[in-house]
């Protein structure tokens, strides 16, 4: 995990720093202390996630994370005065539905994760959600400064954490055009959401974003030929429905 993330993290950066010409950046006190914040929760969004999968079962995790992630940034928006229309108010619950239904995989229901482990899925889901909330405080007229605040400062942790733990490492080398390409979808991901955050509500912008599991299983079957079970066939027709509704709120 950390041989990828330590080429992930200075790629996504590499990344924002290239779009800063063309999407400008403000240094401000704001962007400085938002985006730093959001580069801490980055980091240990990273760690937990991963251990998270390490420890599992993920069909059972997995809607942990999602949801927590999708959840706390709604509450962070309604209680920040954010109002939905009717059409909202039915989108977003069904949303969150659509989010446990298309993160559980097979036998969801047949494994027991334990207490470490589901502390461990809570935790990551928190550290994404307040990621999120973090970006969302930012200046909206500071550019992509807080994405390069913040991967600057996600990136020393790694290294640093990555020198600290070199012995335990071993010699085996990182994957590194996989590596880089998935920091690079990761810095075009932060991109994308801190623009849609600009532009919308947390609380609908956070439940969409939350639904990125469902174009993992779209692409788990078109590309690894995986079969979609029913309950994530409901999910994802309950995500086409959710994302529609609150496009109207």
Same mark, same amino acid.
């Given at each position: +995990?950390l *041989?990828?993330? +330590?080429?992930?993290? &200075?790629?996504?950066?590499?990344v924002e720093?290239?779009?800063?010409? !063309? ?10 202390g938002?985006?730093?914040a959001?580069?801490?929760?980055s980091a240990?969004a ?5 251990r998270?999968?390490?420890v599992?079962?993920m ?9 927590v992630?999708?959840?706390l940034p ?6 920040q005065?954010? *109002?939905?229309?009717a ?5 977003l619950?069904?949303?969150l539905v ?6 559980a ?11 470490t ?11 994404i959600?307040?990621q999120?909330v ?5 200046p909206?007229?500071?550019g ?17 954490a990555a020198?600290? +733990?070199? %012995?335990?490492?071993? &010699?085996?080398r ?5 590596? #880089?390409?998935a ?7 932060n991109?994308? !959401?801190?623009? #849609? #955050? %600009? ?5 609908v912008?956070?439940?969409i974003t ?6 993992t299983?779209l692409l788990? %079957?078109?590309?690894?030929?995986? %079969? ?22």
């Amino acid at each position: +995990m950390l *041989r990828t993330v +330590m080429i992930a993290a &200075p790629a996504s950066l590499a990344v924002e720093l290239l779009l800063w010409p !063309f999407l400008g950046a403000s240094f401000s006190a704001g962007a400085l202390g938002w985006g730093a914040a959001s580069g801490v929760a980055s980091a240990a969004a990273f760690a937990l996630l991963y251990r998270t999968l390490a420890v599992g079962p993920m069909n059972a995790l997995s809607p942990v994370t999602a949801l927590v992630s999708a959840a706390l940034p709604v509450g962070v928006g309604l209680l920040q005065g954010e *109002r939905l229309a009717a059409v909202g108010l039915i989108g977003l619950p069904l949303a969150l539905v659509a989010v446990v239904l298309v993160s559980a995989g097979h036998g969801a229901g047949s494994a027991r994760p334990s207490r470490t482990a589901l502390l461990l899925a809570l935790g990551a889901g928190a550290a994404i959600a307040l990621q999120l909330v973090l970006l969302h405080q930012t200046p909206s007229d500071s550019g992509v400064a807080p994405l390069i605040i913040g991967r600057a400062v996600s990136s020393a942790v790694t290294l640093a954490a990555a020198g600290l +733990m070199h %012995r335990k490492l071993g &010699p085996e080398r990182p994957a590194y055009a996989m590596s #880089a390409a998935a920091g690079v979808l990761d810095s075009v991901a932060n991109l994308l !959401f801190l623009l #849609a #955050a %600009r532009s919308g509500d947390l609380a609908v912008v956070a439940v969409i974003t939350a639904l990125y599991p469902a174009g993992t299983v779209l692409l788990a %079957r078109g590309v690894l030929a995986e %079969r979609i079970h029913r309950g994530q066939l409901v999910g994802l027709g309950a995500a086409a429905v959710a994302v529609s509704l609150l496009a109207l709120s």
